[in-house]
């Protein structure tokens, strides 16, 4: 079974600069998709990033950007710019590769983002 | 992409009465996936609905406390019956295409 970990059950960062949160996972498949989804207090389930195993290229989407390391199994978000709308809950995810399997999340990180 | 509709959005019930919450896809999907995100917790599976035949559910959860329907391949249904205070939490509603999962709304149950 998959196992995904985040260390981080609260961070903070000042408006403007930079923070990275960290996510570890375990698993045996070669195969397979990361997730960075981001859940404001309004509930809905936002995804954030996306990083597919095969690929080695870090994902980025604009401000935010992936470090994945395979072999390390670590997938740490890094959030340039930090915006007070970047608070939220955010949740790293492993989803297996092929059929529409469900996914396997982390405990969350919490995100603060201090004027 | 998936679009889902999940209804309603919020509730407060009676402790012992049952809830049935709603989710419509815009597309057609073989698998939907019922979460429970405790208060402050990560999302737990409660059990996957596939059209046509029984869902299944994890450890822990049971058909007779969470049954589901799956009518068709746009639609379920989770029913959170014989309510406690314990079943306070937010129930998601989610599908995957292409490897990405898409979430319904959420609804927040609160139970006293």
């Known amino acids: 079974a998959q196992t995904v970990t985040q260390s981080q059950p609260e961070m903070s960062v000042q408006e403007a600069e930079t923070v990275t949160l960290s996510c570890t996972y375990d698993t045996s498949e070669s195969d397979y998709y990361l997730f960075w989804y981001k859940q404001p207090p309004s509930r809905q389930m936002i995804l954030v990033i996306r990083?597919?195993?095969?690929?080695?290229q870090n994902a980025t989407e604009n401000r935010f950007s992936v470090n994945f390391q395979k072999a390390a199994k670590s997938f740490s978000l890094k959030i340039s710019d930090s915006q007070l709308g970047d608070a939220a809950m955010y949740f790293c995810a492993y989803g297996g590769s092929g059929s529409a399997r469900q996914l396997t999340f982390g405990s969350g990180t919490q995100l603060t983002v201090l004027p | 992409s998936a679009v889902i509709s999940q209804k309603p959005s919020r509730d407060i019930c009676q402790r012992g009465t049952s809830l049935t919450i709603q989710c419509q896809v815009d597309s057609q999907v073989t698998m939907m996936f019922w979460y429970r995100q405790q208060p402050g917790q990560s999302l737990t599976l409660i059990a996957t609905a596939n059209q046509g035949s029984e869902a299944t559910y994890e450890s822990g959860f049971v058909i007779d406390k969470f049954p589901i329907s799956r009518p068709n391949l746009t639609f379920s249904t989770l029913t959170v019956s014989n309510m406690s205070p314990e079943d306070s939490s937010i129930y998601l509603c989610s599908v995957v295409s292409f490897g990405e999962a898409f979430f319904g709304q959420g609804t927040r149950l609160t139970v006293v």
């Open positions: 990083q597919e195993a095969y690929k080695q």
